[in-house]
């Protein structure tokens, strides 16, 4: 049987190779623009080119020509802080009568592009560096297709809805899409000044240019033009957003290291999770990754906050309030809901609206419930914020009783999943592909199925909760949870402990055997603390050893097992934000060089690729000398989990924790590895303190220099 292609519903195709394998991505709430290094949308390669908007693809094509003719590149990139896209072009030569009329060069083309409130701004500015006027034809061919995100990953579909007529005006062109949910989808391209011509296909422009001369063109895409009276121009939407993005970062404290990689690394990975967060109809909730996940997942939204938690403890907050707020409340089997449970993802797509695909609000992830506990448990440490917790206590109330009630579906005292919907998972777990839970010999296991990182989450989501009822004064709660807890984690060492791999099984199948295959699903095991010190110690070195670590981290699958393929979605790749959670469980048995080695591995990672963004996944293939990691085709990038690892990491290596009660930020034995000598943390909040701190690394501990303080905040080393 064709696994992926009978079994595997949600795939992301990959047809052929990426049209191009540098895109250029810009997001702003539910709208997100993918696109190559000219700033041109092709329908070629994957697909995934578009200004997509709530799930659909509302431009398909946008190409730019200068006498018909694709202009010449000369540099792009997007800006530090993710705000815009500029890209400087030129012409080719244009020819006449078989004689270079305007010779290359002769032209400069400065390309802008930033989105803002449901719009694509795009600035055109032409300058003639030539001895005699022109007269320039620029075209922009256009298309929407209107395509679910779901079929622009490789779904198809039946039906579809129909195109209305187009409208077009002197310097308009709307276009609108009435899909088979009955929901009209419009699309408005505007141009300033009017152009010389508008079809159903394409804008044609017209620009004199004398010597030295130059002229401006501006448009705007606007993905939801019912809820603009007009549009406000390019000028006043540039200095909108930037007033918004200079606030947001206003809060954020800034890290800076003597290793400019470092500094550049953290830049890039601090502006990619503002992007994934800033104008999302879900206040402080990072959306999960573009183009394929950017919206709400449970799942990832909580370990980004986990990871920011300690930089930015206002992302938990808004984390925790939306998944309370759709926490489920009914038994709704086809879309994995039961009471008490934390929503896996959403989406407002026309397919999930109609069904066709069930991730409108849709419950199938087993690990997100006891993890929306630990967040909560972690966001009261770092805050002390007991007012809001007394918000969240119907919830936590609700999520410990979904584990114990129909978390544990055999009552064998773990939790373990088995999907119930035709349309939905297979596998719950992070490691959601089809065949990414199998015994030694390769066949799958048989549900339900019992994740053992899972098992390591509701240890530490019910020592979480028993700090929380201890702060409402409740201590029989408390003990009680503590009792469980430990009660798990005897359990857990005696099922699923394997000596003859030195680390726990992936998981214990429908028929209670484990599943011997050694993966880096016991390092989140490390994270929760529900590991005994010993088999820690033989976890750690399991996961460094050279069956795990490439070179650029720790792998999901050690290289000897049966269906390990380093070019795989989860059986041999390498994921940043796992090796994170590793680092920081590492860090938490005091294995903090190791932390440390994972942090220098992905550090080169991010000085190898493209504007040092740490993508969703890489292959796993073995480092090389003087070679590059090897990419996976179809990752997030940005993704906002990748994005946060290096901020996991750092806490990890330096033992950082914020103690709000006593205003007080602590290092336990902070590590600093050898190739970062000096970092700076300037602007650390707790609450209205702020404190900046200078670490050195030494032949010794590491040195803390308190350099400024606001308030009363102590800073203490262990």
Known sequence: MDEVGTTQQYYIAAGSSPSEDRTRVLKYGKCFAVFNRYGDIVPLGLGEHGVFFR????????????????????????????????????????????????????????????LWRDVAHEELRIVNYGLKSLRVPIQIAFAADYADIFEVRGMRREHRGRRLEDEITATSILMTYEGLDHQLRRTCIQADPAPVAI?????????????GKSAT???????????????????????????????????????????????????????????????????????????????????????????????APQIAKGVLLFLASTQATEIDLKNEAQPGKIIHETRGGEMATLGEVPFGRYYGSIDSTPLFLILAGCYFDYTGDVKFLEHLRPHIDMALDWIDRYGDVDGDGFVEYAPHGEKGLVQQGWKDSNDSVFHVDGTIADPPIA?????????????????????????????????????????????????????????????????RVRTSNPGHCLFSGIASPERANLVAHTLVSTDFF?????????????????????????????????????????????????LMSLLDLSSSVELQRLPELF?????????????????????AWAAGAVFMLLQACLGITIDAKNRRVVFDRPYLPQGIPQLSIRDLRIEDCRVSLFLERDSGPVRIQVLEKHGEVDVVGK
């Open 55 to 114: 799930g659909c693809r509302h431009l398909s094509e946008f190409v730019l020509g200068l006498w018909n003719a694709r202009p010449l590149l000369l540099s792009s990139n997007v800006q530090a802080d993710n705000f815009a896209f500029v890209a400087d072009l030129a012409n080719v030569d244009v020819t006449e009568n078989q004689n270079i009329a305007v010779p290359r060069g002769t032209l400069h083309l400065v390309r802008s592009r930033f």
């Open 451 to 515: 994740l053992c990182e899972v098992q390591g989450y509701v240890y530490a989501a019910k020592m979480a909760a028993a700090k929380i009822y201890a702060a409402w004064n409740d201590m029989q709660r408390q003990r009680s949870l503590e009792s469980e807890a430990a009660e798990l984690r005897h359990h857990f060492e005696e099922a699923f402990w394997c000596d003859e791999i030195s680390t726990y099984a992936l998981a214990l199948d429908g028929h209670k055997q484990p599943c």
């Open 619 to 639: 292959c796993g293939v073995d480092r090389r000398v003087g070679q590059g990691p090897t990419l996976y085709p179809v990752a997030c990038s940005p993704q």
């Open 217 to 311: 063109f501006h448009l705007s895409v606007d993905c939801n033009p019912q809820s603009h009276h007009r549009s406000i121009g390019y000028s006043r939407a540039m200095a909108g957003a930037e007033t918004e993005l200079k606030a947001a970062s206003s809060s954020l404290c800034k890290i800076s290291s003597s290793n400019d990689r470092l500094t550049s690394w953290v830049r890039r990975s601090l502006a990619d999770v503002e992007m994934m967060t800033m104008g999302n109809p879900e206040t402080n909730y990072p959306y999960a990754g573009v183009p394929w996940f950017s919206t709400v997942f449970g799942r990832d939204g909580i370990i980004t906050a986990m990871q920011m938690l300690w930089i």
């Open 199 to 211: 079809t159903p296909s394409e804008l044609q422009f017209e620009a004199s240019l004398g010597p």
């Open 550 to 598: 490439s070179g650029w981290g720790i792998r999901t699958v050690g290289c000897h097992e049966a269906r390990y393929n380093p070019l795989s979605y989860h059986n041999g790749s390498v994921w940043p934000h796992d090796n994170a959670i590793i680092a920081a469980g590492m860090a938490r048995y005091d294995f903090r060089e190791f932390a440390g080695r994972i």
